[in-house]
């Protein structure tokens, strides 16, 4: 289901990339084009991440998720501080931090391979939808306010203010 709402969701920013990024971008939309793909894959990356979140939790496997959470930080904030500072380019820094993404999500797609299966059934999705539901609508509304800080930050002091806001929301 992650994987097909992921899929959906790149498919319809895709065909309407060209209407909705440049209303967040403004100006700078020509220069940030060509990194639409890494936007893409970035969001790939990240339905492993919700899976082996879950799985974690589930199958109580707190010292393989510290593992990987540290392993991420520690590799994301070394790459991407020694590529702001020696590049001081913004599209290298987005292609760190999504070639980074897509590296623990494989770090974390290894983890699962022998848990994968895919089983569905009718009563659990529903049990799941209606325990869930809240918190679901609870979790888009964080990450609606997320993104609107981002599109002010974005908007109002420009691409190197907002990869910087970016950077340090990771550390935080």
Not at 32 to 57: D, E, G, Y
Request: proline share 3%; charged share 10%; net charge positive.
């Amino acid at each position: 289901l992650t994987l097909a709402l992921a899929g959906l969701g790149i498919m319809v920013l895709w065909i309407m990339s060209n209407q909705i990024f440049p209303l967040l971008a403004g100006d700078i939309w020509p220069e940030l084009l060509p990194l639409l793909p890494l936007l893409f894959l970035s969001a790939l990356a990240m339905v492993p991440n919700a899976i082996f979140t879950s799985w974690v939790i589930i199958e109580q496997k707190a010292r393989l998720s510290s593992t990987i959470k540290i392993a991420n930080i520690v590799i994301a904030s070394t790459s991407l501080v020694l590529i702001a500072v020696y590049t001081q380019n913004y599209r290298l820094v987005i292609l760190g931090n999504v070639l980074i993404q897509i590296f623990i999500s494989i770090l974390q797609l290894i983890a699962l391979k022998n848990e994968i299966r895919v089983i569905f059934e009718r009563k659990w999705f529903s049990l799941i939808y209606s325990i869930g539901s809240p918190i679901f609508l609870r979790s888009i509304f964080n990450i609606l306010r997320t993104q609107v800080d981002r599109i002010l930050v974005s908007s109002l002091f420009g691409v190197n203010q907002f990869a910087i806001y970016n950077f340090s929301g990771k550390i935080n």
